[in-house]
T-cell receptor
Framework: GESVGLHLPTLSVQEGDNSIINCAYS??????FIWYKQESGKGPQFIID?????DKRQGQRVTVLLNKTVKHLSLQIAATQPGDSAVYFC???????????FGTGTRLTIIP | KAGVTQTPRYLIKTRGQQVTLSCSPI?????VSWYQQTPGQGLQFLFE???????NKGNFPGRFSGRQFSNSRSEMNVSTLELGDSALYLC?????????????FGQGTRLTVV
């Protein structure tokens, strides 16, 4: 069936460095992609989203890149901080956001 | 503005019992979705309600059901609980009005089936 997966289950980055989290998706019909951050004991928190008619979108310290040719999504976090330590999920769906398919998650650890 | 509220936060049930979880969306949000999160399967979509109607459904057995009330509050029910139903159940709400579809998640209900 259709699925969304992450290349790396864990990632450790030195504080202040940039981090990149990758995600592969298989449903070419998906037209909406989102990155969520989940801290221990909390629900997922929206970080940034992108529609399929775009290939890049920037937020505050975060950038999402979408490569539809190879069905690849990435999240770049600039100047990482200890508070960025969390599990990051990519999700795909229709723009209505009614039914999201989540990746398995990547645990990002920021080393002080 | 209050966020998405889920009750209870923690629940322990015995195999074979049934359970009802509650979700109060952000005021004004009409869409409510439910997800199951487990270490092995990750986040999986259960169903989505909009204006008291189930609009989308995931691949879960009929033991999992839900409903939405006129004030957009939603409940989900799991009958004949199995050990494998132990999970964090997350609810998300969104405005779902064209350009604004960002989903906000609650903190979840941690269900343990023993």
């Amino acid at each position: 069936g259709e699925s969304v997966g992450l290349h790396l289950p864990t990632l450790s980055v030195q504080e202040g460095d940039n981090s990149i989290i990758n995600c592969a998706y298989s449903n070419s019909a998906s037209d909406y992609f989102i990155w969520y951050k989940q801290e221990s004991g909390k629900g997922p928190q929206f970080i940034i989203d992108i529609r399929s008619n775009m290939d890049k979108r920037q937020g505050q310290r975060v950038t999402v890149l979408l490569n539809k040719t190879v069905k690849h999504l990435s999240l770049q976090i600039a100047a990482t901080q200890p508070g960025d330590s969390a599990v990051y999920f990519c999700a795909e769906g229709g723009f209505g956001n009614e039914k999201l398919t989540f990746g398995t998650g990547t645990r990002l650890t920021i080393i002080p | 503005k209050a966020g998405v509220t889920q009750t209870p936060r923690y629940l322990i049930k015995t195999r074979g019992q049934q359970v009802t979880l509650s979700c109060s969306p952000i005021s004004g949000h009409r869409s409510v979705s439910w997800y199951q999160q487990t270490p092995g399967q990750g986040l999986q979509f259960l169903f989505e309600y909009f204006s008291e109607t189930q609009r989308n459904k995931g691949n879960f057995p009929g033991r999992f059901s839900g409903r939405q009330f006129s004030n957009s509050r939603s409940e989900m029910n799991v009958s004949t609980l199995e050990l494998g139903d132990s999970a964090l159940y997350l609810c998300a709400s969104s405005l779902d009005t064209g350009d604004n579809t960002e989903a906000f998640f609650g903190q979840g209900t941690r269900l343990t089936v023993v």
